[in-house]
């Protein structure tokens, strides 16, 4: 089970990144927004405009400061993540830096002040793989409290004879990969993909299934 903390001897502690898909979809709705409002509270106890330390209200959905009265709520941030496909229906997975050793996943990164979320695809591909990418289409959305994230997920199309290319930083390694070729390294142990409850492996399953 998931504890709440050390004052909890005997019990199992589980990243809820990892644990999240074994939850009941009720627990499941209430685990991640508490997930994302302890990281809220955590990471932002001042009042931004005075620097002021606020107090909690409104049952921990609000930040009020005592000094200039200025109400806070949660930050959430947009983020697409996004299946890119060749025109040979390959599918492009990367390998990213702050990855453990074997994890492959699709294109991810967030959206810009002034930015769409069609055009932050087309750029994050473009940044993150140097690929041109077009036929933007929207798959759905998922809430990722690591920290405070709306995952917004897309599949596009990279048409023509293009092959990824990294920076050696961010991203360290990505390809395209055929249905066989994945399933092969799956089941070889050579790869590791997103977990079942992240809206990665929905992307990737969609594409496996055709």
């Keep these: 089970m998931l504890a709440l903390g050390p004052e909890h001897p005997g019990r199992e502690y589980r990243d809820l990144r990892i644990a999240v898909h074994e939850l009941p979809e009720a627990e499941r709705a209430v685990a991640v927004p508490a997930v994302a409002m302890a990281q809220w509270h955590r990471l932002h106890p001042h009042c931004p405009r005075c620097g002021t330390v606020t107090r909690v ?11 200039c009265g200025t109400e806070h709520h949660p930050r959430t941030d947009p983020a697409v993540i996004v299946a890119v496909v060749d025109d040979a229906d ?4 990367a ?11 699709v294109i ?7 930015e769409s979320l069609e055009r932050a695809v087309v750029r994050e591909v473009r940044e993150e793989v140097a690929i041109e990418v077009d036929r933007v289409r929207y798959r759905g959305s998922q809430p990722w409290p690591f920290p405070r994230s709306l995952m ?4 596009t ?17 990505a390809r395209f990969f055929t249905r066989a070729a994945l399933a092969e390294a799956v089941a070889a142990g050579d790869l590791t993909l997103p977990g079942p409850a992240s809206v990665a492996s929905a992307l990737v399953a969609a594409w496996m299934a055709g």
């Design 90 to 93: 390959r599918l492009l997975l």
């Design 157 to 173: 199309r990279a048409p023509g004879a293009q092959e990824p290319r990294v920076d050696g930083r961010e991203i360290l390694a």
């Design 152 to 155: 917004c997920a897309f599949v």
């Design 57 to 67: 209200s409104e049952a921990g959905w609000v930040r009020l400061c005592p000094a």
């Design 108 to 114: 991810a990164g967030y959206v810009e002040p002034g």
């Design 95 to 105: 390998h990213a830096a702050h990855f453990p050793a074997g994890r492959w996943s």
